[in-house]
């Protein structure tokens, strides 16, 4: 790493500080909407490193903004702390100890994800100060990414609206900018309401809604033969109307994620399955009630900001792993597959590299590579303001996302170490928006463009609400 960026020092002055909140919002892992404790760690870190903090963003009770400085454009740093249920994990351990059987834990590293993210915030406050810029630094911190799309109705409610750009970072296996590639993800409840009857004495008087509902499976999985290659569509039952086998089902809910390349063409197969479960309805002689749960958007890249981070990455070059590290990464991924290790380098456009359990350099922009599949709430922001992505390395190469093994890595070093090195790339990127008005200039016009060939319209309905959580019981 050079140091030669003058964002260092300040990230240095706030990085203990901060790996202690990573730690401790990793050892009170809640779920989407029920992020009441570790919320509660984030005000509390803002409001000592002197922050201006507005709490209960867009009437989420577990979303926080703390924001510093004055005048000049907004840069807005984006932290999360959710986790993900049925991944508790020890820490530090490379093999699956639960700490609570069947609770949740940091699957996806979103501990550090947070607090780098307010880490790296707090150097840019800092250095707004230190230089007498112009300008406002504010910190986001997002919960419910994981299924809950708390940005999207956090961009509809317009917290965004007064940002200039937005900058954020993911745990990852490999070191690199993110290239902005993401599916819209629609999650769409389907409850079926049918009519109770005798199995065997008036299965005629019956209207199944479990038959219903596994009809628009049947519908569905042949409905996926006519869609686009990259789009995907997921259930999961959440009502299959009981467990008695002699009483026809009057009841059934079953939900689905929805995910397409583009916004529009998700829009498009949302109503597709729609009509899969009315047909199924009319089948069956139910009724289906349709509603919409959360989604996001698809990515929306902006190119000068990218260009920009890759110019903090050459300069800090990557995370400076040591022999400990290894050892542990090494222990990791002798519990996964040749393929999960495989994966990583595929995604990343590189050829496989054996022997190597921690990716210390930074991956060449624009190495290709496998087409991200999954989803996230970062994109609807990409589409309100100029958005860019950083991922760097907090655990051993291979490692699936949404594991134990991610769990087990989110307090190791080389979780530390990782999440310090995203706060400075994302410090620095940050700092060059402030003092370069071209580079934001650029960021804006490159982000205009992009919404000429398709304008944002929010996929989550102005009706539906956040599925808020209640605060845990005193």
């Not at 994620?257 to 479960?277: D, F, H, K, P, Y």
């Not at 902006?302 to 890759?310: D, F, G, K, S």
């Not at 350099?361 to 991200?372: L, T």
Request: proline share 6%; charged share 20%; hydrophobic share 40%.
């Amino acid at each position: 790493m050079q140091n030669t960026d003058p964002i260092l020092p300040h990230v240095e002055r706030h990085k203990d500080d901060l790996v202690a909140l990573a730690d401790r919002v990793w050892g009170m892992p809640e779920t989407l909407y029920a992020e009441y404790r570790s919320c509660a760690e984030h005000k509390a870190t803002l409001h000592e490193k002197g922050f201006r903090v507005t709490e209960k963003v867009a009437g989420i009770p577990t979303a926080v903004v703390g924001e510093a400085g004055s005048g000049g454009p907004v840069i807005a740093v984006l932290g999360e702390y959710d986790a993900l249920p049925g991944l508790s994990q020890e820490a530090n351990v490379a093999e699956p100890r639960p700490v609570l059987e069947g609770g949740a834990g940091h699957g996806c590293g979103h501990n550090l994800l947070g607090s780098a993210a307010l880490l790296a915030a707090c150097a840019l406050k800092d250095w707004l100060t230190a230089t007498g810029t112009p300008g406002r630094v504010r910190y986001y911190g997002c919960p419910a990414e994981e299924g809950g799309a708390a940005k999207a109705f956090m961009v509809r409610d317009g917290a965004f609206d007064d940002v200039d750009a937005a900058i954020t970072w993911h745990p990852s296996a490999m070191t690199k900018v993110d290239e902005a590639r993401s599916l819209a993800n629609t999650r769409m409840d389907f409850t079926f309401i049918g009519r109770s009857s005798h199995a065997a004495a008036t299965p005629h008087l019956g209207r199944s809604a479990l038959d219903a509902a596994e009809l628009m499976s049947v519908g569905v999985n042949y409905l996926r033969e006519h869609i686009p290659q990259e789009s995907r569509i997921h259930y999961a039952y959440l009502d299959a109307g009981g467990t008695a086998p002699n009483v026809v089902q009057g009841r059934a809910k079953v939900r689905y994620a929805i995910r397409s390349t583009t916004l529009s063409g998700m829009m498009v197969l949302n109503e597709q399955v729609q009509q899969v479960a009315r047909g199924a309805a009319m089948m069956t002689g139910t009724e289906v009630q349709i509603s919409v749960i959360s989604a996001v958007s698809n990515m929306l890249g902006n190119t000068p900001l990218e260009e920009a981070m890759q110019i903090a990455f050459d300069t800090l070059g990557g995370v400076e792993f040591d022999a400990q590290d290894r050892e542990f990464a090494t222990a990791i991924q002798a519990t996964l597959s040749p393929e999960d290790i495989a994966a990583s380098y595929r995604s990343a456009g590189l050829a496989l590299r054996r022997g190597e359990p921690l990716c210390d350099y930074v991956v060449p922009q624009h190495s290709g590579g496998a087409k991200m599949m999954g989803s996230t709430d970062v994109a609807d922001v990409s589409w309100a303001v100029p958005t860019v992505q950083a991922r760097v390395a907090t655990h051993a190469i291979g490692t699936p996302g949404h594991s134990w093994q991610i769990t087990a890595q989110g307090k190791a070093p080389a979780a530390h170490k990782g999440m310090i090195h995203a706060a400075r790339v994302m410090g620095s990127v940050g700092r060059m928006l402030f003092a370069d008005e071209l580079l934001l200039a650029e960021a804006k016009k490159d982000h205009q463009a992009r919404l000429a060939n398709e304008p944002y319209v929010c996929p989550i309905p102005p009706e539906v609400r956040p599925p808020l959580q209640p605060p845990p019981a005193a």
